[in-house]
């Protein structure tokens, strides 16, 4: 994730306050020094940071955090807080038109990622919506912008208005728009062109195709890489068009990534969206409590969950609860659950949501590599169906012949069964009721057992709970 040096950083700061008892103004003024420092560093722009600071160490020297009994805990609250008010407060849902469609059009500069998200965007519409949308070519200056939106329109059997590269792109979507009127489609999404600089050309031209559209959402889409030049990007963006909110693309990558946070500040637009990876489901909707809580290294339990609950199917879950009951969890379900983890996302993303994480020695090193996945789908696949149903019947002349079939060593079969059997025992354990992680007591300084712990983890999931029911409404 593009965050992980400020969330390090950060994590240093707030441990030297963790570990005293009481605290003073001279400890708060010395960890602000420290955030101020990591944040800058992490190019967050200069007066973002000075307000936050500002607003942290007005509210974290008061007598009610000093003196109260954790007031360790009080501060990292405080900073969790007032991130989250600097990334948004509120998650920002996309604005829907009254009438169909709802237009939404994508600007930003050359390189930003407009395709691939507006592709993103319609997969993502497609399956939480069930939408019909219609797909506009308007960048007929970059050449390949026209080809591959049409192969991200038929991966996705979705239609994709286009003329060539010959006409102007004002009268493209001006006669797409007629054309998404006439087959009734519910969302129009318009691919505009971008340029490596801002010039008048681009912004007369993307006036009038604002005119013509009379789009519900301009979402900016900008590059997290893009460091400072995002701020003034974004500024300019929005004084000419009105921006609605804000794409952030390739936050997966190793990037500073805090120049991109601070637009939200700088525009007032929310941001909408996340990119974190190549493939068109790697599409997160940004939620500024949630990314807090990421930045801070204290996880996000409900993002996880959120993608399980997409990626599992619900009766296999089922299956497994009652083969884990039962203590009957085979080597079949074992590579059934490998790949419904590998769909979620890489396996290290995956662990740093989990609370207490991010703060384990090593973890930041940590890579799944997927060859290793491969080994063992290839061990599985060479043990007889009888095998896969009773590991107990692998003794060492049928792991020579598993190893020798699957192109492995014996020693890498046997790793193999042991990790297994392992798998086998936390399951037990956790029908068990015994939820202990290494490395949870360090969530907001006290675990999910300690206090702060239980009261983030009510309001994330009460929150996630009221979206819910206003979706079902």
């Known amino acids: 994730m593009a965050f992980e040096s400020l969330t390090k950083r950060l994590q240093d700061a707030m441990s030297k306050l963790r570990r005293k008892g009481k605290v003073t103004e001279a400890d708060v003024k010395e960890m602000m020094r420290e955030i101020r420092l990591a944040l800058l560093e992490a190019d967050v722009n200069l007066q973002v940071v000075k307000e936050f600071t500002k607003n942290v160490r007005e509210r974290a020297v008061g007598a009610e955090v000093l003196e109260s009994l954790s007031p360790a805990q009080q501060v990292v609250k405080i900073v969790d807080e007032e991130l989250t008010k600097m990334l948004g407060s509120e998650t920002a849902e996309l604005i829907k038109s009254p009438k169909i469609p709802t237009v939404i059009m994508m600007v930003g500069l050359q ?25 506009i070519a308007g960048d007929v200056y970059r050449p390949a912008a026209i080809d591959q939106l049409k192969v991200l329109g038929e991966q996705l059997k979705v239609p994709v208005f286009e003329m060539g590269t010959e006409v102007s792109p004002v009268e493209i979507v001006r006669q797409g728009m007629e054309v998404a009127r006439e087959k009734r489609n519910d969302y129009v999404l318009i691919d505009t ?17 604002k005119e013509i559209a009379q789009p519900n959402e301009i979402l900016l889409v900008v590059d997290a890489m893009t460091g400072q030049d995002a701020v003034t990007v974004a500024d300019s963006f929005n004084q000419q068009l009105g921006i609605t909110g804000v794409i952030i693309t390739k936050l997966d990558g190793d990037t500073r990534g805090g120049a991109a946070l601070s637009i ?66 085979d080597f079949n379900d074992f590579i059934e659950q490998l790949d419904q983890v590998m769909s979620m996302g890489p396996l290290e993303d995956l662990m740093k949501m989990i609370p207490g994480m991010s703060t384990m020695p090593g973890i930041e090193n940590l890579k799944v590599d997927p060859k290793q996945i491969a080994r063992q789908r290839a061990i599985v696949m060479s043990m007889t169906p009888q095998e896969r149903e009773n590991p107990d019947l692998l003794n060492p002349s049928r792991r020579r012949r598993i190893a020798a079939g699957s192109g492995n060593s014996v020693v890498e079969v046997n790793r193999m069964i042991k990790q297994f059997k392992e798998a086998q025992k936390m399951m037990k354990q956790m029908t068990n009721g015994n939820f202990n992680m290494p490395g949870m007591d360090q969530m907001f300084g006290g675990g999910i057992k300690g206090k702060l712990g239980k009261m983030a983890m009510n309001r994330m999931i009460k929150k996630n709970k009221k979206k819910k029911k206003k979706k079902r409404k």
């Open 193 to 209: 062109a971008g340029r490596l600089h801002i010039d008048e050309t681009l912004m007369d031209e993307l006036k009038q195709i």
């Open 111 to 135: 390189g930003a990622g407009k395709t691939t998200f507006t592709g993103k965007l319609a997969n993502h519409l497609i399956k939480n919506e069930k939408a019909r949308p219609l797909l």
């Open 264 to 329: 939200r500040s700088v525009t007032g637009a929310p941001i909408k969206f996340t990119g974190t990876g190549e493939k068109l489901t790697d599409l997160e909707v940004f939620h500024p409590d949630r990314m807090s809580s990421r930045i801070l290294g204290m996880g996000d339990l409900l993002t996880l969950i959120e993608k399980a609950q997409q990626d599992y199917d619900e009766k296999k879950a089922e299956e497994l609860a009652r083969k884990m009951k039962e203590n009957s969890f």
